[in-house]
Nanobody, 119 residues
């Protein structure tokens, strides 16, 4: 089992910045990748960014160049730096940990943190 605890959500102005954090505990040795997903009202949950244990990253096209995912292995924590957010980035952001890239992989989720981009 992997437990994920998110922090850092809130209200941010367009063009500002915000950092989300996700601390993992439990069977962290089993984690292949950690990432952030988001879900806006009436929309499906979508991948925002992901980083593997080897350091490879993947971003949604909509956030490339604005958001940066990073990890601190000593703290078992993943960060999402959100720069120049737009109103369309408003959503509940969920931290995710996955044990393998294949269909056999298991997903663990955090409780979600609300991010609202508004002036």
């Amino acid at each position: 089992q992997v437990q994920l605890v998110e922090s850092g959500g809130g209200l941010v102005q367009p063009g500002g910045s915000l950092r989300l954090s996700c601390a993992a505990s439990g069977s962290i040795f089993s984690i292949w990748a950690m990432g952030w997903y988001r879900q806006a009202p009436g929309k499906q949950r979508e991948l925002v960014a992901r980083i593997t244990s080897g350091g490879s990253t993947k971003y949604a096209d909509s956030v490339k160049g604005r958001f940066t995912i990073s990890r601190d292995n000593a703290k078992n924590t993943v960060y999402l730096e959100m720069n120049s957010p737009k109103p369309e980035d408003t959503a509940v952001y969920y931290c995710n940990a996955r044990t393998a890239p294949s269909v056999e992989g298991m997903d663990y989720w955090g409780q979600g943190t609300q991010v609202t981009v508004s002036s």
